[in-house]
Nanobody, 117 residues
């Protein structure tokens, strides 16, 4: 199983980025997907989640109204559109897949997002 994140980088405050997480080796449509992030010296925190069907979304309080999670089950990919980025959004962003049906979960390797002028 592989979860490969992409789309991170350096962006100015107020800017936007779209992260992608391409999954392989699993039945993607059976997995709930989440984005987490971890800033230096801080605990990993939930950013956003989406259920396997894409019908239920949830967001961390700090990103509500600015970030949008979505998925394409035909392409085995989950996305995170990030708008109005702030310096405090700087972190490594991780993709996470979980299936209660299969009793499995997987992490991606992470992608760095840096918000700075």
């Amino acid at each position: 199983v592989q979860l490969v994140e992409s789309g991170g980088g350096l962006v100015q405050p107020g800017g936007s980025l779209r992260l992608s997480c391409a999954a392989s080796g699993l039945t993607f449509s059976s997995y709930d997907m989440r984005w987490y992030r971890q800033a230096p010296g801080k605990e990993r925190e939930l950013v956003a989640g989406i259920n396997s069907a894409g019908s239920r979304l949830n967001y961390g309080d700090s990103v509500k109204g600015r970030f949008t999670i979505s998925r394409d089950n035909a392409e085995n990919t989950v996305f995170l559109k990030m708008n109005s980025l702030k310096p405090e959004d700087t972190a490594v962003y991780y993709c996470y897949a979980e299936s209660n049906f299969y009793g499995k979960h997987y992490w991606g390797q992470g992608t760095q997002v840096t918000v700075s002028s």
